[in-house]
Nanobody, 119 residues
């Protein structure tokens, strides 16, 4: 099993910055790719960004490209999402997920951290 714990959420004004973190523990050798998703009230969960533990294959949603930066520290088993120039529409619960190396197995998910951007 793998446990994911997000942290770093909070309240920030529009135009501000925030960094959320995700700590992975347990059988981390069974996962290879980390992702951030978010879900706003009344909306479906949406993909935000993804990265391999090696730091490669970085992908962003168009809505955050140029404003958010995902990074990974393989030694510490930490994944970060630096969010700059935040907008009210970035308000959501942010979730970390981990893809298992074995194809077909379900991703692991954390419980999320709330990010609220005030206008």
């Amino acid at each position: 099993q793998v446990q994911l714990v997000e942290s770093g959420g909070g309240l920030v004004q529009a135009g501000g910055s925030l960094r959320v973190s995700c700590a992975a523990s347990g059988r981390t050798e069974s996962i290879d790719r980390m992702k951030w998703y978010r879900q706003a009230p009344g909306k479906e969960r949406e993909f935000v960004a993804a990265i391999n533990w090696s730091g490669g294959s970085v992908v962003y949603a168009d809505s955050v490209k140029g404003r958010f930066t995902i990074s990974a520290d393989n030694a510490k088993k930490m994944v970060y999402l630096q969010m700059n120039t935040l907008k009210p529409e970035d308000t959501a619960m942010y979730y970390c997920s981990a893809r298992q190396i074995v194809v077909g197995l379900s991703d692991y998910w954390g419980r999320g951290t709330q990010v609220t951007v005030s206008s």
